[in-house]
Structure formats: structure tokens, C-alpha cells
């Protein structure tokens, strides 16, 4: 009895290990839970194994399409288990070619500013280089730049009050007061309604196209997701940004930006995203963002900016319902595109004309000195 | 008492008019047994608050609630102590004359008594339990709420200084709900038994939809969860309707005296089943074209 016992905990947890393997995040106590569970329900009920495993391993949805590969896997046979819904069905992986033409023709267009010779220090001229021209060594000096935005926090009022110098009288706090002298009336102690960090959500478009700026995009988004200050005295609670690349699929990369390291946090996005230099269906990502999270609250009342050149793949028609969507959930929809701070640019492109209706800000976003202006309408929204 | 067995869970929450499959029963059955708290996410409309109000039914345990929202404190989920009457009471003891300086220690004391106390949700169910503790929601409480609640749900203790501790004899049974607005942290989830809640299939609509309206007429139920189901395939829908949803179309449907359903009654009840104007359209021309054939 014992043996087959020894046994059947081995098979569990090396299930649990597999799962980790196949990049679900078991830990030793969820693994623990798994076994209990399993021994409550008996050992020869699959269904029972299928189903407490799930619930005690997973947690989310993005977990439940892997769970059952590795279960199928493991326990081989599915006996006509149920399928969990694929994560993210609606998304199939297309990655187009980056557009070759569209790509020479920025080449040409950053010819000129190459040249730009100018009798200032050596970093003034880097902040107002376009990024997408610069070699790899003059890459890694601006990226020890970065450190030097400072991004600021938009904020809101909230509903709940705080006390203040002047204001409404506090009833509660000014009873409390005269309570702790026995009732005599003391000082009238006022509030007033609080402040509180507004959601800032960046989506990063990584697609080919925009190849050249998704490295100082994404460090711009790691500065403003880990150095935020809030300006204010009275504000209360963490900054919550949430980050997001866009380009033939959408992928959150706010955990991977909230490392301290932004060297880490870079690698750690790469890592995650798998579309990267791919095409750009942006009507379609924005609807799958609005969908699952933007509409929901992750895009409500919250300052959402998007980095894009406008390069649409798919129907632009799309993407400007989209924006408007966004525009109608969101307190400020920020649009920022490399292209914008060009000589002679003109927004002709398909999507960035269908967007644009819909946005309240159109930024230019090449170099250092145009992040800093984007960091700045951030921090004023 | 507690069933003893995945199957005894659904048949007592089929009892109650809440039709579960044998997925959602096996994990409430876990999380009773093993008691643990139970995390249900899904599609709002996906009857996740009702399967706590059907497990408290069920199990005929009191329901205690708590809706969070954003800017939700401690202080909301667990106690006040209520100020004004503190007061009241103090006054009512210096007219009495009672508050002479040897007996002021016991004067101080009677005013953090529990009668003074207000029991917010959290300290009621501990109070109260055996009891079904609902935190509604929780993903629109902050970061610094769900550390909170963690703390809570791992010792089912709350200590309020001027008492002492108040410690549950049976820990409540918690069912958690989100609509993942945002991701809820790490350490809570792996405390929970977590469920993932889907729109349920056709005949199990069918089934549920008659038995929590038991006044619609089985064609009528069978028509309007094929139409919704139909729609749900969609995926140009802004908010694919959810069983909620489906439940309100049926009553108002029969509320009209329809008995069958069709495109004008159809697109007159509309606005129970779609709440955006883009929908509303798209969904007229799919069932414009469902109805025809």
C-alpha cells in the first residue's frame, strides 16, 4: 500500500514539475495543495486529477491552455476531458515581413539628419538625434540617459477624503478630538476630496517597421513604469502603469518592466514577446486590448499613450473604431509617433489618419528631448 | 452536514436552482474540504456571485458580503467603533455623576465595549461563523487591500487592540471574484483554489435558464439560448451576452406574452440583452438572418 502511495506522489509532483517546466508558475506549496486535493477526490478519479489540478495550479487564463498540453502529456489519455478555452484564440500568429519599401524610405528621409553638425556638447546632441540612426555605441550612451527622465505621475481626484488645512469640516475626526479630551469640543479638523495616481497604460508597437525605436520605446516605458514620482504631496497609493506591445499580437510586458535593472527588464521583455519585427495589425491588437482589458477597467479613466508609426496592415476602418472606443473609456488618449518630428512628414498614412480623430494628443517620438516632452504631457494629463 | 463528494455538492446546489457541471463542483467541493478560499473568474454574467449566494443557500450559512471598490480600507472590511454613541455614553456617565477619579479606569474601558463596536463584513463573518464570506470584485480593491485580506484569509483572525482577538471557531468558507480588470497579486492567488468560470453550453443554458425562469416555455428557453449562444460565436460583439443577460431576454420576452420568438418582439427586448449601440446593430442583422431560415 505504501509503495503504490510513494508512487502516485511521485507522479503528481513530477506532473507539477513538468508544468513548471512548460513555464507555469508552480511553486512548492501550489504543488502541495495538488496532491491534497487529488487524495480527497481518489486517485482514480481522472476527471477529479484534471480538474483539482487545474484549479490548484493555475492562475489564470493564459495558464490553461498549457496545463492541458502538459496534461495530455503526462497523464496521456484525455478520456474525453473538456478543453479549456485557448487563451488567446482570436489571435492567430501571423507575422508579415516588414514593409521593405516603407523602411528604405525612412532611410532616406533620416539621410539629412545625420549630418547635423552643431557646436553643442556631444549628449545636447544626442538628445535630439533620432534614434533609429544611431550606431551601437552612441545607443548605449543615451540608454544611460534615460535615467535621467523624470517622469511625473497624473492625477485624480478620488471620492474618498482626506484631511487638510481647510475644506469640509471632518465630523467623525473632529468628535474623535473632543472624544480624547472627554468630550469637550476641540479644534474643527477639515478634509478634503484626496488625490490619487491615475493608470497610465503604454502600448508599444514592436512590428518591423517600428524596429528601430522598440528598443528606446521600451526603455522609455521602463523609466516611466519604475521611476514615477508623484509630485504631490497628498497623493496616496503606487503608480500603476501597465505596459503592452502591440504588432500582430498583443503581449502585457508590465511585469518584465518592473524590474529595477533596465537592461533585465529588456531582455525580460524580449522574452516574452513573441512578435517581435513582425507586422502590425493594430486595429485588430487594439480590439483584443479593449476586449479583454481595456474595457473591463484597465483603460478607464487611465491616460493610455500609444507608440506607433500608423503602419496598418489590417482594415483601418478597425482600428479607428478601436480608438474611438478607447477615446470614449479613457481620460486622455495619447498617440506618439517617431515619424511626427520629421521634416515634411504629413499624417498620410491609412491608419494614422483613422486614428487620429480620436486622439486628444499627437506627439512626435524619435529622440531623447521628444521623450521628455512625452514624459512631461504624461505627468500634466 | 458537509457533502461528501463532488456529485453531493451539485445535486445541493441544483437544490438551490444553480446548475453547476461537475468541473465547478469538484473545485467548491475542494475548497470545502480543504477549506480554502475559492477564486472565481470569468466573463461578467457568468453566474460567479450567484454560485456563492447558491453555496450559502445550499448550506443554509449565513451570506456575508463584501462589494470592494477602488479606495476600499481595512477599516470598511473589518470594524468602526462607532464615535457619536461613545460620546453619548460618556456624557450620559458625567450626568450621572459616575465619572468620579477612582472609577475612571472602568469609565474608560465600558467605552470600548463590543456594543460600541461596528462590525464591517470581514470581522462579522468571523464573528458569525460558520458563515459564507462573498468579497465581490476584488480585483477593483488597490494592491495594499489584497495584502490586507491575504493576511486575513491566512489566519481568519482580526485583532482589534482595545478587545483582543477575534478568531473564527470554523473559518468561514470565502469565495473571491474577479472580472481581471487587473491581475490580482501572486501570493493571494496561492492561497485560493482558482476557477475559471465559461459560458456554459447549450443545453446546460437551456436547463438553467429554465430552472431559475421556470415561467418561459421550454421552446421559448430553447430558441433564445440557441440565438444567444449564436451570437456569443460572434467575436464582433463589444459584450458577448452572458447568461445574466440571457435570463433577463427570457423574462422580458415572456413579460410581452411571446410565445415564440421573432424579429420585431426580438428587437423590441433588445436592450436586455446588448447595452451598446454599436452591438445593438449588429446583433438586429444576425438575427434577422437566424430568424429567416
Redesign the interface.
Known amino acids: 500500500m505504501t509503495a503504490v502511495r510513494h508512487e502516485a506522489d511521485e507522479i503528481l509532483l513530477g506532473f507539477a514539475r513538468a508544468l513548471r517546466a512548460a513555464g507555469v ?1 508552480v ?1 512548492q ?2 504543488a502541495q ?1 495538488f496532491v ?2 487529488v487524495s ?2 481518489g486517485l482514480d478519479d481522472r ?2 486529477t484534471y ?2 489540478g ?3 495550479l ?4 493564459d495558464d ?1 491552455e498549457r496545463y492541458d498540453q502538459v496534461f495530455e502529456a503526462w497523464f496521456n489519455a484525455r478520456d474525453g476531458l ?1 478543453r ?2 485557448p487563451a488567446d484564440a ?1 489571435t492567430p500568429v501571423v507575422s508579415n515581413f516588414p514593409d521593405e519599401e516603407n523602411d528604405l524610405s525612412l532611410d532616406a528621409d533620416e539621410g539629412d539628419s545625420d549630418v547635423i553638425r552643431v557646436a553643442a556638447s556631444a549628449t545636447e546632441i544626442l538628445r535630439r538625434r533620432d534614434v533609429a540612426s544611431m550606431t551601437s555605441s552612441e545607443k548605449a550612451r543615451l540608454n544611460a540617459m534615460f535615467a535621467a527622465l523624470r517622469p511625473r505621475v497624473p492625477v485624480r481626484r ?3 477624503q482626506q484631511s487638510w488645512r481647510r475644506g469640509n469640516v471632518d465630523a ?1 475626526r473632529t ?2 478630538q ?2 480624547r479630551q ?2 469637550e469640543p476641540a479644534e474643527i479638523a477639515w478634509r478634503r476630496r484626496g488625490l ?1 495616481p491615475r493608470r497610465v497604460v503604454l502600448l508599444v508597437d514592436v512590428s518591423g517597421s517600428m524596429s528601430g525605436y522598440a528598443d528606446a520605446l521600451l526603455r522609455l516605458a521602463h523609466r516611466v513604469s519604475t521611476g514615477s514620482m508623484t509630485g504631490h504631496g497628498s497623493t496616496t ?2 503608480t ?1 502603469v501597465e505596459v503592452f506591445t502591440v504588432g500582430t499580437r498583443l503581449t502585457r510586458v ?1 511585469r518584465a518592466m518592473r524590474l529595477r535593472d533596465p537592461e533585465r527588464a529588456i531582455v525580460a521583455a524580449g522574452e516574452t514577446v513573441p512578435d517581435w519585427s513582425g507586422g502590425t495589425r493594430l486595429g485588430e491588437t487594439l480590439r483584443i486590448f ?4 481595456g ?4 483603460a ?1 479613466g487611465a491616460v493610455v499613450v500609444v507608440f506607433s508609426d500608423g503602419w496598418e496592415r489590417g482594415d483601418p476602418a478597425l482600428l479607428g ?1 478601436q480608438m474611438a ?1 478607447l477615446q470614449r473609456v479613457a481620460h486622455r488618449v495619447v498617440w506618439v509617433n517617431p515619424h511626427r518630428g520629421k521634416v515634411g512628414y504629413e499624417p498620410v498614412q491609412q491608419g494614422v489618419l483613422a486614428a487620429l480623430p480620436h486622439c486628444d494628443d499627437f506627439l512626435a517620438g524619435h529622440s531623447l528631448a521628444t521623450f521628455a516632452e512625452v514624459v512631461e504631457v504624461i505627468g500634466r494629463a | 452536514m458537509e457533502p461528501d463528494s463532488a456529485s453531493a455538492v451539485a445535486a445541493r446546489l441544483g437544490g438551490t436552482g444553480y446548475l453547476c457541471d461537475d468541473a465547478l463542483a469538484t473545485v467548491t467541493f475542494l475548497a470545502l474540504k480543504m477549506q480554502r478560499p475559492l477564486l472565481l473568474e470569468g466573463e461578467p454574467g457568468t453566474g460567479k456571485t450567484a454560485l456563492a449566494e447558491a453555496i450559502a443557500e445550499s448550506m443554509d450559512l449565513p451570506l456575508v458580503r463584501l462589494q470592494c471598490y477602488e479606495g476600499i480600507v481595512a477599516t470598511h472590511a473589518l470594524y468602526v467603533w462607532d464615535f457619536p454613541r461613545q460620546i453619548l455614553h460618556l456624557r450620559a456617565l458625567e450626568a450621572t455623576g459616575r465619572v468620579d477619579p477612582e472609577l475612571l479606569p472602568e469609565a474608560e474601558k465600558s467605552l470600548y465595549d463590543e456594543r460600541f463596536l461596528l462590525a464591517r463584513p470581514v470581522l462579522d463573518a468571523l464573528q458569525r461563523s460558520p458563515a459564507l464570506l462573498l468579497v465581490d470584485e476584488i480585483d477593483r480593491a488597490d494592491d495594499e487591500f489584497e495584502a490586507f485580506l491575504l493576511e486575513v484569509l491566512s489566519t481568519y483572525q482580526v485583532t482589534i487592540p482595545e478587545l483582543g482577538t477575534v478568531k473564527a471557531t470554523t473559518p468561514p468558507i470565502v469565495v473571491l471574484t474577479s472580472n481581471r480588470t487587473r491581475d490580482l497579486h501572486d501570493a493571494l492567488k496561492r492561497r485560493c483554489l482558482y476557477h475559471w468560470i465559461d459560458h456554459p453550453g447549450l443545453d446546460r443554458e437551456v436547463e438553467i435558464l429554465r430552472s431559475r425562469a421556470p415561467e418561459v416555455s421550454a421552446s421559448l428557453a430553447r430558441q433564445v439560448v440557441t440565438a444567444v449562444q449564436q451570437l456569443r460565436s460572434r467575436d464582433d460583439l463589444l459584450k458577448a451576452p452572458g447568461v445574466a443577460e440571457t435570463l433577463d431576454w427570457a423574462r422580458a420576452l415572456q413579460a410581452l406574452g411571446a410565445s415564440e420568438l421573432d424579429l420585431a418582439v426580438a428587437s423590441r427586448t433588445l436592450g436586455a440583452l446588448v447595452k451598446y449601440r454599436e452591438d445593438t446593430d449588429r446583433v438586429k442583422q444576425a438575427l434577422d438572418r437566424m430568424l429567416a431560415t
Do not use: V
Request: some cysteine.
Open positions: 508558475a511553486t506549496d501550489r495543495g491534497e486535493a480527497l477526490l476527471r477529479g480538474w483539482s487545474r484549479a490548484t493555475c492562475a489564470g487564463p490553461l473538456p479549456s478555452r482570436a478620488t471620492a474618498r467623525s468628535l474623535r473632543s472624544l472627554l468630550g490619487k497609493g503606487r500603476s508590465t479593449m476586449d479583454r482589458w474595457a473591463r477597467g484597465l478607464r473604431e472606443r
